[in-house]
Structures are given as structure tokens and as C-alpha cells.
């Protein structure tokens, strides 16, 4: 197994400022937006970016809510191991709200055609956009793009792709990792 | 660990404490589903389950139903008395011809202590036990155990005293293996005549006193007398069952630190728990109701993950 680095800490902070300011461009105060995280590895940048508009911009409190997919997933029992949960927590109507998901990497979409669906029973939402920090380019099983993306990466289908936040894995950055 | 490690659920003497662990955590994130405003979950859309009842439920049939429900499967529901059973077909046969429509899964309850071991060996499809005989009603003992924690913070370490007839529940019976497993002490008390005669065989104390286990314990789980299953007398009257082993609010209030009230239903109010009890804060009588639901939602989306679906 080997590992190349794609971003390295001052990059993948570069590339969230980027993120923010395109953000403040769409969505200006915020007022009717709220940002969606999807279990479980898109929290840690969903929290992220809270925290910069937050702070560096100067936003009043960005809502944010965590969304779990797995009872929405399209591949229960084509697994060999049951798919574990994670913890829904969104304290608000996301009804005529404009949604930002938010999720690390992007891949075949699969995940965010589950979550889709999975906010549907939280309300109706005015429109949903998607965030996202790694977008593998001509990997796509369904036609879902991003909005906003970090950085774009080719990456063929035995590499994968690992997003590190400081608060989780020790550092920011991410790898494409080879088997 | 993210798997059961069986393929059925006939009993909690069959399970270890990982799994019960696993299901309660599922169950979690699954009772926050059932409170949100769109209840359903599409997980189990190509799941088809039989329910089977051969024995008489209102809250435990419900509870499945609902549970498959929203857990958006395919059900087929099926009572012994509007049936072929009546005519003489065996459990066997009725089972294979119902499993012969392509149903995954078979929730029973049945009159008959380990009918659901008996099937299992039997048939191809996931068998969840929804009570057999006096044997085991392990979703009970698991929404019982959830209730504790749900209350309690944790299930290990309490002591938990179960009163009644524990000579014919199978509420009991799962209940005590459950609450073992967890780590939490166990009483029974009752009459003698309801209390088995090996009882201590499951390392779980005796105590005929019902002021003295309600003061020594954190829980107390109120068991119905079933005088449906009672052929011959096993206490005079009603009327002194109540007075000995009945729990009222002034029992209640006596005793030096509040306790948690639970009750598996359904209740007979006036006879095992006085309405003032049923209905006071101590009781967390609906709320296991509530936690019926999101365990069995568990129960079931876990086992439906080991479903073969080559085999269908």
C-alpha cells in the first residue's frame, strides 16, 4: 500500500476559505440556509466551515445538522457486513429551506441520491446544493454533481481517496492511497 | 461489531452481550426515526414478513407490525384462529406453505414452549420469537433491558426485582437472562407457588417479601398474574394476591429512594399495580411501549442484513 499526498494543511485550508467565500457569494447572510453533514465523515468539514463563516466571516450562527444515510442505502444485504448507523441530529424544519450538503469526498453519488431521500422526512426543502471537499472525477454511477468543490481528483477505482481533519486524525490533509 | 451473531432470534439465552449491545444501539438511532415527522425508512423495501400468531396479542402484534412497517418490508398477517390450523394442518406445513409466497422472514408467537427453536430447524427463513408457551419473549426482555438503560444510564449494576407469577411468564424467563447478561442483580418475588423450583439454577434471588425486594432494588417490574394459563389455584383469592404482591402508591411512597415501575402489560389494574402507580411518574409503563418499536425495528433490520439474498 502507498500513499501520495493530494493537499497538504495549508492547502486544504486555502481551499476551505474558497469554499466559504463562494458560499457567502450564494447565500449572503444565511438567513434561509442551512448546512446538512452526512454521516459520518462529512461533519468534521460541515463543522469546519460553520466555524470559519463564523468566525473569520463574521456570520451569525450558521444552523447545522448531522444526516445519517444508512437506512436509505441502495446496497442493504449486497454487503457482506450489516451497515451500521450513525446519529441523525437536525434540530430544525428544513421546510422552504435552502440545504447544503456537505460530505468529504464524492464518488459514485450513490450516497447523496440516499440522502436525497433521506431529508424528505425532515421537510421540504426550497433547494438543495452540494459541497464537497474531494470530487472524483468520471467515477459518477448516478448523474449528481457538486456546486462547490474543493479540489477535483482522477482517481481509478482500486485508489482511494482519504480526507484527514485535525480534530479526528491527528492533521489536515488528504491522501490517495494505492492497494 | 456490527453483526448478530445468530441468524434468528428465538430466545436471549441464544445471544451473547455484544449483540444485545448492538441492538440497543441500533435501536437508538431507529427510535429517533420514529420520532421524526415522516416515520418510515425504506431499508427493508424487498423484505417480506409473516407474522404468525397462534397465540392471542394485541401490543406485541402491533408493535411487529408497526416495527416491519416502518421499516417499509411487505407483511402478510396470519392468526390461528381464522386459519387451516383449525382443520388439522401442522406448523410445519403452514409455515412451508406460507414461506413458498417468498416471505423472508417469520415473526411467531406460539401456545407451545420452543416452537421457534423447532421451526428453525425446519425451515429456511429468519425466525424472530415473539413469545413461546412460558418459555422466552426475548423482544420483551430486550425493550425491558432498553427502558432500564433509557432510565438509568446503564443496565449493569442495577438491581432489578421482577414480581409475580414467574412460574408461567416468559417475560420473566427473558428477562432474567437478559438482565444477567448485562450485569444488572436480579430478585424474583411472588407466591411460592408461582415461583419455579429450580429458580436458583439461574443464579437470580428469592425474595417473598414485597416490601423487602422493593426496598433492596432500583427497578421493579410488575409481571401480570395469567390466570389464562392457570389450571389449577395457585393463591386463595385475587383479593390476597393484591394484598401481598400488589404495589400501591402508598408501598410506593414508603420506601426510602424512588424506584422505576415497569409493567410488560397488559396491566390489571387493581391486581398486580394500583392505577395511582400505573399512572404516576415513577412508571415507565408507556414508554416502553414506545421503545417496543424502535427494538423490534432493530431486532428486525439485523436480521434481515444476513439475509442471503442469493437465495431468494
Not at chain 1, 476559505?17 to 448546512?35: K, P, W
Not at chain 1, 449528481?144 to 482519504?162: F, L, T
Not at chain 2, 401442522?90 to 416471505?103: A, E, Q, R
Not at chain 2, 416502553?288 to 431486532?299: E, L, P, S
Request: glycine fraction near 4%; proline fraction near 3%.
Amino acid at each position: 500500500m502507498s500513499q501520495k499526498v493530494l493537499l497538504n494543511a495549508k492547502e486544504v485550508q486555502i481551499a476551505l476559505h474558497r469554499l466559504a467565500c463562494q458560499l457567502i457569494e450564494n447565500h449572503d447572510t444565511f438567513t434561509d440556509t442551512v448546512f446538512i453533514g452526512i454521516q459520518p465523515r462529512g461533519v468534521y468539514l460541515a463543522e469546519r466551515l460553520k466555524t470559519l463563516l463564523e468566525t473569520d466571516y463574521k456570520l451569525k450562527e450558521i444552523k447545522l445538522g448531522y444526516l445519517d444515510i444508512t437506512f436509505y442505502r441502495d446496497d442493504f444485504r449486497r454487503n457482506d457486513k450489516t451497515l451500521e448507523a450513525n446519529k441523525t441530529k437536525i434540530n430544525f424544519i428544513v421546510e422552504d429551506k435552502k440545504v447544503v450538503f456537505i460530505d468529504d469526498v464524492l464518488y459514485t453519488g450513490r450516497s447523496i441520491r440516499a440522502a436525497l431521500t433521506a431529508i424528505q422526512s425532515f421537510g421540504r426543502p426550497s433547494d438543495i446544493e452540494l459541497l464537497t471537499f474531494i470530487d472524483r472525477r468520471f467515477s459518477r454511477h448516478l448523474p449528481i454533481q457538486p456546486d462547490y468543490r474543493g479540489r477535483q481528483v482522477d482517481a481509478i477505482n482500486n485508489e482511494k481517496v482519504r480526507v484527514c481533519w485535525h480534530e479526528n486524525d491527528g492533521e489536515d490533509a488528504v491522501y490517495l492511497i494505492k492497494n | 461489531m456490527s453483526e448478530l451473531s445468530v441468524n434468528h432470534l428465538l430466545g436471549i439465552k441464544y445471544i451473547n452481550e455484544d449483540d444485545i449491545q448492538l441492538i440497543f444501539k441500533t435501536a437508538d438511532h431507529f427510535k429517533e426515526v420514529i420520532n421524526r415527522s415522516i416515520k418510515k425508512v425504506p431499508s427493508l423495501r424487498d423484505i417480506t414478513i409473516a407474522n404468525l400468531f397462534f397465540e392471542n396479542s394485541t401490543r406485541t402484534r402491533l408493535s411487529f407490525e408497526l416495527a416491519e412497517k416502518r421499516l417499509s418490508a411487505d407483511i402478510i398477517n396470519f392468526s390461528a384462529s381464522s386459519s387451516s390450523v383449525k382443520k388439522g394442518e401442522t406448523l410445519i406445513d403452514t409455515v412451508n406453505n406460507i414461506l413458498s409466497m417468498k416471505v423472508d422472514m417469520v415473526v411467531m408467537r406460539h401456545p407451545n414452549p420452543g416452537a421457534g427453536v423447532f421451526l428453525s430447524k425446519h425451515i429456511n427463513a429468519s425466525i424472530v420469537n415473539a413469545g413461546d408457551g412460558a418459555h422466552e419473549h426475548p423482544t420483551q426482555a430486550l425493550l425491558d433491558c432498553y427502558s432500564i438503560r433509557e432510565k438509568l444510564g446503564d443496565v449493569a449494576g442495577k438491581k432489578v426485582v421482577i414480581v409475580g407469577d414467574i412460574l408461567h411468564s416468559r417475560v420473566a424467563l427473558s428477562n432474567i437472562f437478559a438482565l444477567k447478561k448485562l450485569g444488572a442483580s436480579v430478585k424474583v418475588c411472588g407466591p411460592k407457588t408461582l415461583l419455579p423450583k429450580y429458580i436458583d439454577s439461574l443464579g437470580v434471588g428469592v425474595e417473598t417479601n414485597l416490601r423487602k425486594a422493593l426496598q433492596w432494588c432500583d427497578v421493579a417490574n410488575m409481571l401480570r398474574v395469567q390466570h389464562e394459563r392457570m389450571d389449577i389455584n395457585y393463591f386463595p383469592t385475587t383479593r390476597e394476591y393484591t394484598q401481598q404482591f400488589g404495589l400501591n402508591k402508598t408501598m410506593l411512597d414508603s420506601l426510602d429512594k424512588e424506584i422505576v415501575v415497569m409493567h410488560p402489560g397488559p396491566i390489571n389494574r387493581g391486581v398486580e399495580i394500583t392505577s395511582d402507580v400505573a399512572d404516576s411518574k415513577q412508571a415507565i409503563i408507556l414508554d416502553q411501549v414506545q421503545n417496543g418499536v424502535a427494538i423490534r425495528m432493530a431486532v428486525i433490520y439485523l436480521l434481515a442484513s444476513k439475509i442471503n439474498r442469493d437465495e431468494n
